[in-house]
């Protein structure tokens, strides 16, 4: 996987996307990162992330539930 980083900044940039000109700068100063390929394979963590949703899920039906009937008038 390519990874980059911002020799000024010290940003952080992940994916195939490095392989292009146009995404070899820093979005937050502009200067040009380094890049280098590893042979890390990022995995989520699933389950942590499963977790993660469950936990906004009565928040985001009862954010649904009083924004629906507005749309049904």
Not at 20 to 27: A, G, L, M
Request: hydrophobic share 35%; proline share 5%; net charge positive.
């Amino acid at each position: 996987m390519l990874v980059g980083k911002c020799p000024r900044c010290g940003k952080r940039y992940m994916g195939w996307a490095l392989s292009r000109p146009e995404h070899q700068e820093c979005n937050a100063c502009g200067v040009k990162l380094v890049i280098r390929n590893t042979n890390v394979n990022y995995q989520p963590d699933s389950e942590r992330l499963a977790d993660s949703l469950r936990a906004r899920k009565e928040e985001w039906q009862e954010a649904l539930e009083n924004t629906l009937p507005h749309f049904l008038l």
